[in-house]
């Protein structure tokens, strides 16, 4: 499945299947929020949230992927993410796009 963040493909003749999306709502446990508010404390990257953002991407994009192949999608153009803030440490990471088929 190609990926492709543009709006559209000049000189690609291609059909238009629909918008697709893919979301997940990540969290850490307790003891590593208590360990990142220490680190939140001396400054520095917070790896054990990097961490869980990259999961929770990964995860969104499979979802939106699932989705498109669904429809019979070759590929998924405009591809976006979006993130929020559910609860004080819980993030939820959403993807959509456009599935389309070359014709």
Known sequence: MKIITVESLQGVNYETLGIVSGSTIQSKNMFSDFG????????????AYTQMMEKAREQATSRMIAQAEAMGAEAIIGVRYATSAIMAQAAEVLVYGT???FV
């Open 99 to 101: 599935a389309i088929r």
């Open 36 to 47: 990142q508010a220490l680190k939140n404390i001396v400054g520095g990257e917070l790896k």
